[in-house]
């Protein structure tokens, strides 16, 4: 009887082939409706996780697509029901299959033939023509990581089999695996999945598959198996690491091993070696002592994590079927070994390298008849399989590459990255060419260069360098310790090193787009932001009266002697009228920023803005009181003043006190003030400000119209958001506040691994990104520091602090916000709304120009925690009791870009104060329909940012 119920293993079935339901490689967006901080027609859009969530991620979640989705929410809603019935199906029809054929079978499960009554066809069972069948069995082991799916998160219950979520999770699983064999060669035999561990991380499910009949067992079934898992969960609620597969074949008889004759070479039969290694004859005891093929693949099969990935592939094929040379085993030389256990040991998280095997007794040698040399030296030529890199021009790369790697998978996982990190922030424009010459370099086929591998040239690895590492850096992928640019030649000869023209290329000034205009040489800005009262070319000739380029427009031309109000009027006034504590301007405009201390902070020498010399003169302490510097702090945007004093100065202009002017507005100092060319004594005054006075806007004033669901700001409309910059070309990536002098907040995963704080510049007052403003402010980090309890996987505890090398100048541009005064979380319902300059949606081509603001809820913590896991995109992370959610309207949600910005709430409406209650953390793409988006609950953080600021008033 097991004789006729032998049946050999064909290999995976390649009937169907599916498309992964969570990716899309051309980046179409499926659902029109992902746009974000985003209007229905012209809204805004802020959601988070740039780069990384680039973060930390190379690519982007995406939907299925529209049949797919239907099979997914019936399967993810009626999973357990469908399990059941089919489990009762089959055991049904088992039983009257199995009474209608044989017997039930000693020990067997009833029903376990599954022969059908009528004839199907299946794949031919003979066994494969030229393959040996090393052993039989009717077990299996194996083992897997779900990744990604509503099972991807771990639960203690599954430690639980009486528990609801055990029986799920089971009922799901094993009705995914029973459907993926049956349908398989192997379902003429196999009988069930019994899975024997669930375990943690993210979740690992340790099984036995059993068959009715004995197997056969081949050197290349783990492979076949495990492809049929990894091809039969693409498209399932089930996303699996593909390389967490591991399939164990054990040989019931292996305690009874036929020796092989030694000195007879055999031909290779390892699955992992046959078609890999550049010989096809072994002889055995190999390296380890094996004396037979089948003690080969057991052993091989116990250790795939060896073989699963190319790095030191070639050794340990060296290892388990040795090349045949004189009929003797060739072993690999020492330094070899070496070499591959220091640069590869990392890569094997399952075996116990240094236990299988010890260098020290292998020989060295120079002579290629005793041992193997290591073949990649001084290197050794792969076909370039890098689609990424097939452009430019080689077939064959060259390994180890010029960062160390042995590995073109290594390689491959790097470039992606690189590719990631220049899409998201364009850092360098030649992203692409230096990651594959540097990391799939070219095989020149001669040993005129090092490791006959062409390197990149000198400049072309600096300019990339200085760019970019600065992001590799914060998503957790320092630059490289092997990469070294100085090492490199530069010349232009490509035989020497490749990109010598591109690294000294000067800085290209293209065209600017239709309905754009030239500013300041080499930027460009839409014609709409022409005359529109706002600055945006340094020359100012955006707002000059006189205009060349069409369509002419018509600039407000204030005559010599006159000051132009603001962008918001076009009314020119006396010049002279500025300062004078008399509000001549419908925006009051002409009596802002009027006082300052020392040319800023809020310390020092009092000044006054003098509109006949266009000059700050200092005041004389004449009849100066305490109730003047309150008054002066106070216009400052600070509280009060703490203290005052008088200070010797020698001047040839002065501010001293009179009586207030008629029609003056007594709360500005202006209007007490003449200027004089004596001050009585000589002495003027010092002030000493307090606090500042956080969350007002004073230089915003209200429009009458707005789009509630998301529109434009105002220049002036949100003084303390600011822009963080990275790498030498200052591109953007992420968004912060300023909540103290020198302290600005952020995510967590803005700075990410980030570890020196020199190539990041952060920019105040700019409220339109990449042009000029005459109210920015340039300041740099003196210290990042990350919450300690952090964590970049989840991206739990989403928060960080810049502490800036520069104070802040407060003034009506440039304001603190104010942080939350309790620990407890926003009400559901409560209306705030979130700014920023990130990307309108999935597949905007870059970050916004201008500052965008959108008006959203907060959410049900529950209701967004289940709309999360049951959305069709799958994220890697985990809402926790750290954050909130808010938004899920459509069209309506924060995106890539607006990282690390705050979403802000009313502290006042009637003084129109703010304060900053979330910070733009994460989310499902940008505005997915009914999912919101997530952020980091900034109230449960203030004790963790006053002990960190040492700001106790905050």
């Not at 085993?329 to 590869?344: A, T």
């Not at 802002?592 to 006949?612: A, N, P």
């Not at 105040?764 to 340039?778: C, F, I, L, M």
Request: contains cysteine.
């Amino acid at each position: 009887m097991e004789n006729g119920d032998i049946v050999p293993i064909i290999g995976r079935n390649h009937g169907a082939c599916y498309e992964n339901p969570l990716f899309e490689e051309d980046g179409t967006v499926i659902n029109d409706t992902q746009t974000k901080l985003h209007r229905q027609t012209d809204g805004l859009r802020t959601k988070p996780y740039d780069l990384p969530n680039a973060a930390q991620t190379s690519v982007h979640y995406r939907p299925s697509k529209p049949k797919r989705r239907r099979g997914l929410y019936i399967l993810g809603l009626l999973v357990a029901v469908v399990a059941i019935v089919a489990i009762i199906t089959i055991v049904i029809v088992g039983q009257r299959d199995d009474s209608s054929t044989e017997p039930s079978k000693p020990g067997g499960k009833v029903g376990s033939s599954k022969e059908p009554s009528t004839p199907i066809t299946r794949p031919s069972l003979r066994p494969p023509t030229g393959k040996v069948v090393l052993f039989r069995t009717k077990v299996i082991d194996g083992s897997l990581r779900i990744i990604q799916g509503p099972f991807s998160s771990y639960k203690q219950e599954y430690n639980d089999k009486s528990s609801t979520s055990y029986s799920l999770f089971s009922s799901s699983f094993t009705y995914q695996i029973n459907s993926i064999l049956t349908n398989s060669d192997l379902g003429a035999s196999f009988s069930h999945i019994e899975i024997v561990d669930i375990s943690s991380g993210s979740v690992l499910v340790k099984f036995i598959l059993h068959f009715d009949r004995y197997v056969d067992i081949y050197a290349t079934t783990s492979k076949d198996i495990a492809g049929l898992l990894i091809d039969g969960l693409s498209d399932s609620l089930f996303v699996i690491g593909k390389q967490s597969v591991d399939i164990q074949l054990k040989d019931p008889a292996l305690s009874v091993i036929t020796t092989s004759e030694p000195g007879v070479c055999v031909p290779v039969t390892s699955a992992n070696c046959m078609n890999f290694s550049s010989w096809q004859m072994t002889t055995f005891p190999n390296i380890l002592g094996h004396k037979s093929p089948m003690e080969v693949a057991s052993s091989e099969a116990a250790h795939q994590d060896l073989f699963q990935m190319s790095c030191g592939k070639d050794f340990w094929c060296a290892v388990f079927s040795p090349k045949c040379k004189n009929n003797k085993p060739l072993p690999p030389c020492r330094s070899y070994c070496k070499v591959v256990f220091s640069s590869c040991g990392a890569m094997y998280p399952e075996s116990n390298i240094s236990a299988l095997l010890n260098c020290d007794d292998l020989p060295e040698s120079d002579d290629s008849s005793i041992c193997l040399p290591d073949p990649f030296k001084p290197g050794k030529c792969f076909t370039n399989n890098e689609t990424r890199c097939q452009n430019l021009g080689y077939n064959k790369v060259a390994f180890p590459n010029f960062a160390g790697m042995r590995s073109p998978y290594q390689a491959t996982d790097l470039i992606h990255l690189m590719e990631a990190i220049g899409g998201a922030t364009k850092c360098y424009k030649h992203t692409m060419l230096f990651a594959c010459t540097a990391l799939m370099p070219k095989c020149s086929g001669t040993g005129q260069v090092p490791y006959h591998a062409v390197p990149p040239c000198r400049s072309l690895c600096n300019a990339f360098k200085s760019r970019c590492s600065v992001f590799m850096d914060i998503f957790w992928n320092p630059w490289p310790k092997d990469l070294f640019c100085d090492s490199f030649p530069d010349v232009d000869d490509s035989s020497v090193c490749l990109g010598y023209k591109t690294g000294h290329e000067p800085p290209s000034i293209e065209e600017c787009p239709a309905g754009e205009d030239r500013c300041d040489g080499t930027k460009c800005i839409p014609l709409s932001w022409r005359c529109d009262g706002f600055q945006d070319c340094q020359d100012g000739s955006d707002e000059s009266a006189i205009q060349t380029t069409l369509p002419l427009r018509k600039c407000v031309d204030c005559p010599a002697g006159m000051f132009r109000c603001s962008f918001e009027s076009a009314i020119c006034i006396e010049a002279s009228s500025r300062c004078d504590g008399i509000e001549d301007c419908p925006t009051a405009s002409d009596e802002r920023g009027c006082v300052q201390l020392d040319g800023g902070g809020r310390q020092g020498i009092l000044t006054m803005y003098s509109s006949k010399t266009n000059d700050w003169i200092q005041v004389c302490s004449v009849g100066w009181t305490k109730a003047k510097s309150d008054k002066v702090c106070s216009q400052m945007g600070f509280r009060d003043s703490s203290s005052q004093r008088k200070v010797n100065s020698v001047s040839s202009a002065y501010f001293t006190l009179t009586s207030a002017r008629n029609g003056s507005d007594p709360e500005y100092i202006g209007s007490q003030l003449k200027q004089t060319s004596k001050c009585a004594g000589g002495m003027v005054i010092s002030i000493s400000c307090g606090l500042p006075v956080c969350g007002t806007r004073p230089a915003y004033i209200h429009p009458s119209l707005r789009v509630v669901g998301g529109d434009i700001a105002d220049p002036n409309a949100w003084p303390w958001q600011v822009s963080i910059f990275g790498g030498a070309d200052h591109k953007y990536f992420c968004g912060g506040t300023i909540i103290a002098e020198n302290w600005i907040l952020t995510a967590g995963h803005c700075i990410g691994g980030l570890q020196s704080p020199d190539d990041l510049l952060i920019r105040a007052g700019q409220p339109r990104r990449d042009t000029y403003s005459p109210y920015t402010q340039e300041f740099h980090p003196a210290e990042l520091i990350v919450n300690q309890e952090y964590n970049f996987q989840t991206v739990d505890n989403d928060i960080a602090l810049i502490r800036l090398k520069e104070k802040v100048l407060f003034n009506d541009h440039v304001r603190p916000i104010c942080l939350p005064k309790t620990t407890k979380r926003l009400p559901v319902g409560t209306r705030c709304t979130v700014i920023g300059w990130g990307r309108q949606g999935d597949t905007a081509p870059d970050y916004e120009r201008q500052i965008r603001q959108v008006n959203l809820e907060v959410t049900d913590w529950d209701k967004c925690k289940h709309a999360i896991e049951n959305a069709e995109i799958q994220v890697p992370y985990q809402l926790t009791d750290h954050m909130f959610c808010a938004g899920g309207g459509l069209g309506h949600d924060s995106c890539a870009g607006d990282s690390g910005g705050p979403l802000l709430c009313h502290l006042d409406k009637a003084k129109d104060t703010w304060y900053e209650a979330g910070i733009v953390s994460w989310g499902v793409a940008c505005a997915y329909p009914n999912v919101p988006g997530v952020y980091t609950n900034l109230p449960g953080y203030m004790d963790w940012i006053r002990n960190t600021t040492g700001l106790d008033y905050l």
